[in-house]
C-alpha cells in the first residue's frame, strides 16, 4: 500500500532517483576485521592442537573442541564476508587497473578461507593471513595510506599491516 502511494506521487512528481554501491553508503571500509578474524581462526587452530596431547578427552574437553571449531567457523565467514564487501563495494575500475592481481587475489583468500575453516591446519590459516595482508595493503595504497607492519601484541602474535594514521 505504502509502495503505491509513494509510487503515485512519483509519477506526479518525478522524484529524483538515488542509488549507492551499497546499502548504506557510509565510505567506512577497513580491512582491518578480516585481520583480526584470521587471528582469531589462527588462535583457535593453536587451541585445537592443544588437544593432540591429551589421551583422553573430558565431556568437557568435548565441549571445548566444539565451542573452538565454532568460533573458528564463524571468524572464517567473517573473513570472506569482510573481504567481499570491501572487493564489491569498494573495488573499482581504476584500483583493479593499478592492482590487477585483486581478483585473483580476493579468489584465493575465498578458497583459502574455506580450506582453513574445513582443516584444522596452522599453515592455512598463517597462508590466509600473508594473504588477506596483502589485500589490506592494497587496500590503503588505494586510499593513498602507507602502511607498516608489526606483530600484533596479543596470542597469535603474527604480522599483520596497519595503516600509518597521521593526524
Known amino acids: ?47 585445537l592442537t592443544e588437544f593432540n596431547d591429551k589421551t ?12 573452538l571449531v565454532a568460533q573458528k ?21 581504476p584500483q583493479l587497473e593499478k592492482f590487477p592481481e585483486l581478483h585473483t587475489l580476493v579468489h584465493s583468500i575465498m578458497l583459502e578461507a574455506s580450506s582453513a575453516k574445513q582443516h584444522i591446519d596452522k599453515e592455512i590459516t598463517l597462508a590466509l593471513l600473508s ?5 589490506a595493503e592494497i587496500f590503503w595504497q588505494c586510499k593513498g595510506v602507507e602502511t607498516y607492519s608489526a606483530i600484533c601484541p596479543y596470542p597469535p602474535e603474527q604480522k599483520l599491516v596497519y595503516p600509518v594514521i597521521k593526524r
Not at 56 to 61: G, P, R, T
Open 1 to 47: 500500500m505504502l509502495y503505491n502511494l509513494i509510487n503515485t506521487f512519483d509519477e506526479k512528481f518525478h522524484f529524483a532517483t538515488v542509488s549507492a554501491h551499497c546499502d548504506i553508503p557510509c565510505k567506512i571500509y577497513d580491512p582491518i576485521t578480516a585481520q583480526i578474524s584470521v587471528l582469531t581462526m589462527i588462535r583457535m587452530v593453536d587451541l
Open 56 to 67: 583422553e578427552l573430558s565431556a568437557s574437553d568435548h565441549a571445548q573442541f566444539s565451542r
Open 73 to 93: 567457523e564463524t571468524h572464517g565467514k567473517q573473513v570472506k564476508e569482510e573481504i567481499r564487501i570491501i572487493w564489491g563495494d569498494f573495488i573499482k575500475a
Open 131 to 135: 594473504k588477506v595482508n596483502r589485500f
